[in-house]
């Protein structure tokens, strides 16, 4: 069972990351969609509003509360991050919130905790606020992609993408409750690689999305991104081999560091290409951001594995 202080700590540090990258997957899914759907825009938006409120409350409880290495992983906000969002919402005309990230971008941290009980209470009143909500924020994509499937609605987002993001979302659920359970993670091998398999094959899903989302024209980044398909595929099936014999699972997190790093950067030199429109894509900056805050995310956590 974790502690009130590793409860308060990690509560924050997973609403900081996850509550933004929920209320980033709506704002893709708005921009995509065409203006016949303006009113399933409205709703979005509507939802994004609640989620600016819990992710600034968050910040809030934040302040001197999260820990040196979560402010300094680039798992949160990166440098890119309101530059993005400033340029995405200028470009597609859906709103973001950047005063949330400017007071984010100077938020501080504490090395050593003794949590007291009124802030337990505010961190779990805020946990109980959050997760009714991404429940929702779910069974709306889901709705939403199951009308894509069965020809109802239309969207310029891939089918697979929009299930992608629901996967992401359930994780998060998952943990925010293990959290209120006070359970610690799980960091037995069979643990770990049942993390690795599913973000390695998040990774993957990224390549493959930003593959797609390039102008054919762009022939070097196309053949980069697929290329990280193939690798992330083959560390995939790695993992998996690791299931029934966890012996080479240190080499193989080891690989994966190496890889997600690689990768990691790519994504950062895309969303600065195109901060500075030199990439020809149908991809905004802040999705580009956003997913190299998601290797981050993951970076920090395979060190959590090896630490």
């Known amino acids: 069972m974790i502690s009130n202080e590793q409860y308060v700590r990690l509560s924050l540090e997973l609403n900081l990351f ?150 992401e979302a359930r994780a998060y659920v998952n943990m925010l409750n293990m959290l209120e359970r006070k359970q610690e993670m799980d960091t037995t091998p069979q643990g770990i690689i049942r993390q690795e398999i599913f973000w390695n094959d998040i990774m993957e899903d990224h390549a493959e999305f930003i593959r797609g989302y390039l102008d054919p024209s762009q022939t070097s980044l196309f053949n980069t991104a697929n290329n990280f398909v193939r690798r992330f595929d083959d560390i995939e099936n790695a993992t998996e081999s690791l299931t029934n014999n966890p012996s080479n699972l240190n080499n193989i997190t080891r690989n994966i560091y190496s890889l997600v790093t690689e990768f990691r950067n790519f994504k950062s030199t895309a969303t600065k290409g195109l901060l500075a429109c030199k990439i020809k894509a149908i991809m905004a900056p802040l999705l580009a951001d956003h997913v190299t805050r998601e290797a981050n995310y993951y970076l920090r956590l395979l060190r959590s594995f090896t630490s």
């Not at 968050?58 to 680039?74: D, P």
Request: with cysteine; hydrophobic share 45%; proline share 5%.
């Open 18 to 167: 996850f509550l933004r990258i929920v209320k980033e997957h709506n704002v893709i899914a708005g921009a995509s969609l065409p203006p016949k759907y303006a009113p399933t825009l409205m709703e979005i938006l509507a939802v994004n509003k609640k989620l600016d409120m819990l992710l600034s409350k968050t910040v809030a409880l934040s302040k001197g509360n999260i820990s040196r290495e979560a402010m300094n992983s680039s798992t949160l906000i990166t440098p890119l991050t309101l530059p993005s969002e400033k340029v995405t919402s200028a470009l597609t005309g859906v709103p973001i919130n950047t005063a949330i990230t400017s007071k984010e971008i100077s938020l501080g941290y504490r090395d050593y905790y003794r949590t007291g009980i009124n802030m337990v209470t505010a961190v779990s009143i805020l946990n109980k606020a959050i997760l009714p909500l991404v429940n929702f924020v779910i069974n709306f994509q889901a709705g939403l992609l199951s009308k894509i499937m069965s020809c109802k609605a239309f969207s310029y987002t891939y089918p697979s993408n929009i299930d992608h993001v629901i996967r």
